[in-house]
C-alpha cells in the first residue's frame, strides 16, 4: 500500500488588517508558535480614512497546512479579510531588490552586460562598484543575484512579495 502525501507548495496569502499596535505581532506570533515558517513578508497601510493595513505574507506547506493558516488569520480579532492569491485566481507579485557589486576591468562589464538583460538599473556607481535595482518575480530575482556572484557580489537588499489579484475585485 502506498501512502501519497500532499506535496508543500509556496502560497501567497494577502491579510487585510486594522492599522494598530501589535496587529504585526500577534500575525507573526501565530506562525512562530506553529512552527510555520514565513519566507517573505511586507506590510502597508492601504486605506488611511477607513485605518488598514495589507500584510502579504509568502509561506511554504502543504495544502492541510496552508488551510489551517488561513483559518487561524481569520480567527484573529484585528482581521478583515484574507486571500490566498496562489489558488483563488490569476494575481501579480513583484520583489525589489537592491544589489551591490564591485569589481573591475571585464567582470565590471560583464555585471553590465547582466544588469542589461535583467532590466536593472544602476541606481549607484563608483570606480570600484555598482548598485542595482532590480524589479521582478522572486524567481528572476534569484536568478540575478546567483549570476552577480562570482562578478562580485557584495551585499543585497530585498523588499519582499508585494502582491495583488488581477481583475475589478478588491482584496
Known amino acids: 500500500m502506498t501512502v501519497q502525501t500532499d506535496a508543500i507548495k509556496r502560497h501567497t496569502i494577502a491579510v487585510l488588517v ?6 504585526l505581532a500577534r500575525v507573526i506570533g501565530l ?26 505574507i509568502v ?13 487561524q488569520l481569520r480567527r484573529l480579532v484585528p482581521v478583515h ?3 490566498d492569491l496562489t489558488v483563488e485566481g490569476p494575481s501579480v507579485a ?6 551591490k557589486v564591485a569589481g573591475v ?26 548598485v542595482f535595482e532590480i524589479v521582478g518575480s522572486t524567481e528572476k530575482l534569484d536568478a540575478f543575484i546567483n549570476l552577480m556572484e562570482p562578478l562580485g ?19
Open 94 to 99: 513583484r520583489e525589489l531588490a537592491l544589489v
Open 31 to 56: 506562525f512562530s508558535g506553529r512552527g510555520y515558517n514565513i519566507e517573505s513578508l511586507t506590510v502597508a497601510e492601504v486605506d488611511p480614512h477607513e485605518n488598514l493595513s495589507r500584510i502579504t
Open 105 to 130: 576591468g571585464e567582470k565590471r562589464v560583464e555585471a553590465l552586460r547582466i544588469a542589461d538583460i535583467f532590466r536593472a538599473r544602476v541606481l549607484d556607481s563608483t570606480n570600484e562598484s555598482f
Open 81 to 83: 479579510k484574507v486571500r
Open 153 to 171: 557580489l557584495v551585499d543585497v537588499s530585498r523588499t519582499g512579495v508585494a502582491a495583488i489579484a488581477r481583475g475589478a475585485n478588491p482584496l
Open 59 to 71: 509561506t511554504s506547506g502543504t495544502p492541510m497546512v496552508i488551510e489551517q493558516i488561513k483559518a
Open 18 to 23: 486594522d492599522n494598530e499596535s501589535g496587529v
